[in-house]
C-alpha cells in the first residue's frame, strides 16, 4: 500500500513496544521518517535500530516521560517539522472507583489524557504554521464501552474521543 508518506516525519509517542512499535512499523514501512518516543531507552533503541535496518529510514529516539512538562517542551523542540503526531503513550492501571487512589488516577491521566492534550497543542501550532499535520490519537475500546474495572482508563479514553483539535 503507498499512503504517500515518503518523506512526510512522524513522532510516535509510546512507540518502544506493543501500539505503538506496530504503528512505527507501518510507518517505516511507507518510507516515513520517524521520531520515536518513550520512557525505556534500550528497548526504544532496539526498535528504532530494527526500523533503520529494515527500511533505510531516519529513526530519532527520544527518551521522554510525557507526565512531564519539560520532557514535552523539549520532545516538541526537537520535532517541529513533525508532519504527523501519533499519541500512542498510556499507562492507565485498572480499577474501581472503591480500589483507585487519586494518586493513581492522576498518574494515568497525566500521561494518557494531559500527555496526549499538551503535546498537541505543542506541535499543532507548529503544523498550523506551516499550513500542514495531522494528529492520530490512538485510546481504546472503554471509551465507548465503560468498564468499571477500569474506570480511571475508560474514563480517559472518552475524554479523548472528543478531543481533536480544529480540523481534526
Not at 526498535?47 to 507526565?67: F, G, M, P, Q, Y
Not at 472503591?98 to 491521566?109: L, N, S
Not at 500542514?132 to 477500569?150: C, F, H, L, P, T
Request: charged share 25%; aromatic share 4%; hydrophobic share 40%.
Amino acid at each position: 500500500m503507498d499512503l504517500h508518506l515518503t518523506g512526510r516525519t512522524a513522532v510516535v509517542t509510546g512507540a518502544s513496544r506493543g501500539i505503538g512499535a506496530a504503528i512505527a512499523e507501518v510507518l517505516a514501512e511507507e518510507r516515513c521518517d520517524l521520531h520515536l518516543a518513550a520512557r525505556s531507552g534500550p528497548v526504544l533503541e532496539e526498535t528504532a535500530e530494527r526500523l533503520r535496518s529494515a527500511h533505510h529510514i531516519k529513526v530519532n529516539t527520544h527518551v521522554v516521560d510525557l507526565r512531564d512538562p519539560k520532557d514535552l517542551v523539549a520532545l516538541a523542540a526537537s520535532t517541529a517539522d513533525a508532519d504527523i503526531l501519533v499519541n500512542n503513550a498510556g499507562d492507565i492501571r485498572g480499577g474501581t472507583i472503591d480500589t483507585i487512589d487519586e494518586e493513581t488516577w492522576r498518574q494515568g491521566w497525566d500521561l494518557k489524557v494531559y500527555g496526549y492534550v499538551n503535546l498537541t497543542r505543542l506541535l499543532y501550532a507548529q503544523m498550523k504554521r506551516r499550513g500542514k499535520g495531522v494528529v492520530v490519537n490512538i485510546i481504546g475500546n472503554a471509551g465507548e464501552r465503560v468498564d468499571s474495572r477500569y474506570l480511571a482508563g475508560s474514563t480517559g479514553n472518552a475524554a479523548l474521543n472528543v478531543f481533536h483539535p480544529p480540523g481534526g
